[in-house]
T-cell receptor
């Protein structure tokens, strides 16, 4: 089962920042937080991941709280092409390191 | 720089037939993962393979499903005697190392009629 909780849906205006929250209160010290998105029925796309420090790349920023029980994915200037389902995933650090997908947040970017 | 290639993109099978789904990982990637997505649902992990080895098959149905990743050639997900409930999108992902994020393919949409 997924170890994260996300709102089922959100929306934001084009050009504005989209802030997607994720709760992972049972995260272990050696588990990473990953974010993926799935646009329509395409294959999921990797966005960003982090352990405890904030991370930024060309796509997004990831803010992880100090206690690591929650995080926020920030898309600084959302475009219509960012409309997708966003998955917050705590990566299991067992022998397979597999990603367990939950239900995600359906983000709608409005014109 | 080709990504993960899955074929066919769409596959139609009659009940009782076999379905073979192929996945060519990113060049140099030796870790392959298969996921299934039922209509309007999230992705469910099926199996994790490294070259010639199955590492974790905890998400694979016990019967009719099998996967392989031979030393040469693509990874194959095989479904024998398909039933309508097997209709889904099957995604393959690969990575160079278990620490890194996966690159997903575009999936194979299997329809059982």
């Amino acid at each position: 089962d997924a170890k994260t909780t996300q709102p089922p849906s959100m929306d934001c205006a084009e050009g504005r920042a989209a802030n997607l929250p994720c709760n992972h209160s049972t995260i272990s010290g050696n588990e990473y937080v990953y974010w993926y998105r799935q646009i329509h029925s395409q294959g999921p796309q990797y966005i960003i991941h982090g352990l405890k420090n904030n991370e930024t790349n060309e796509m997004a920023s990831l803010i992880i709280t100090e206690d690591r029980k929650s995080s926020t994915l920030i898309l600084p200037h959302a475009t219509l092409r960012d409309t997708a389902v966003y998955y917050c995933i705590v990566r299991l650090m067992d022998s397979s390191y597999k990603l367990i997908f939950g239900s995600g947040t359906r983000l709608l970017v409005r014109p | 720089n080709a990504g993960v290639m899955q074929n066919p993109r769409h596959l139609v099978r009659r009940r009782g037939q076999e379905a073979r789904l192929r996945c060519s990982p990113v060049k140099g990637h030796s870790h392959v993962y298969w996921y299934r997505q039922l209509p309007e649902e999230g992705l469910k992990f099926m199996v994790y393979l490294q070259k010639e080895n199955i590492i974790d098959e905890s998400g694979m149905p016990k019967e009719r499903f099998s996967a392989e990743f031979p030393k040469e050639g693509p990874s194959i997900l095989r479904i024998q005697q398909v039933v309508r409930g097997d209709s889904a999108a099957y995604f393959c992902a690969s990575s160079t190392d278990r620490w890194y994020g996966y690159t997903f393919g575009s999936g194979t949409r299997l329809t059982v009629v």
